[in-house]
């Protein structure tokens, strides 16, 4: 018998609209936007569910997607679904942190809306990008990437994808050189910022200060850690790697990897969109992966 695991999304998901079923239609769903909203100081549903333009802001956005992958979490948690292991691409990580039993749902979300705004403070506006590298693998990348400084593999997504972070211009540079050394395509993406680079250092060691005072217990559930895509087991290990996490690489193929190596053969994304299943799909023909991102999709979970 194969194991299971529940993956969350990061924040490149589409957001709006989503988990507005979960949030109507179910109690425990509910509760989850509402304690969101008591916690924050604003409407969880009018920002998750009416057109906006705080959506687009990162200290909004990584609060909403966590508000909306929890609050589905809950759900099959009460109807019985439970993973054997968990794993979340860079803000996705909360997600698990609380399917692992890490961290309660309500600090999961007041840290990731600190996060947002201490990333979104780290660099002015403008000033650093990110872009996917199509179609080359990756020691090829990080043998051009790694003597241009300024700029780093920020996603090891999946074979043939892969995502580098840093100054507009040593991201321009190492786009050039990428094209030059065999990448099939290099395309800027639309973020607000170099997410998982070394320019969010500060960032990260802010976080860092604020997790002083959050309550992490051993996980129930182990959790493969973005940083260094093996499974975290003691609760002491878990506020440096969050640190970390803000201004280091994903390592999200290498986790999937592990998960594999350890015998998962079904993975169940939560939250919006199907990228991750997509990424999966891309590392292993051999195991079964579904997306869950409304409340219909729970019908899938009986065919694994």
Known sequence: MGKTAFIFPGQGAQVCGMGQDFYEHTETGRKIFDRASELLGFSMPELCFEKNDRLDITEYT???????????????????????????????????????????????????????????????????????????????????VDPIDGVQVANYNCPGQIVISGSLEAVAQAAEQLKAAGAKRVLPLNVSGPFHSALLKEAGEKLGKFLENVKISDPVIPYAANVTAEYVTRAEEVKPLLERQVYSSVKWQQSVERMIADGVDRFVEIGPGKTLTGFVKKISRDVKAVNIEKLDDLEKLKEL
């Open 62 to 144: 990584q609060a909403a997607m966590v508000t909306v992958s929890v609050a589905m979490l809950k759900v099959m948690e009460e109807q019985g679904f439970r993973p054997d292991v968990t794993a979340g691409l860079s803000l996705g990580e909360y997600c698990a942190l609380a399917a692992s039993g890490v961290m309660t749902p309500e600090d999961a979300i007041l840290t990731v809306r600190r996060r947002g705004i201490l990333m979104q403070e780290a660099v002015p506006a403008g000033s650093g990008g990110m872009s996917a590298v199509l179609g080359m693998n990756a020691e090829a990348i990080d043998q051009v």
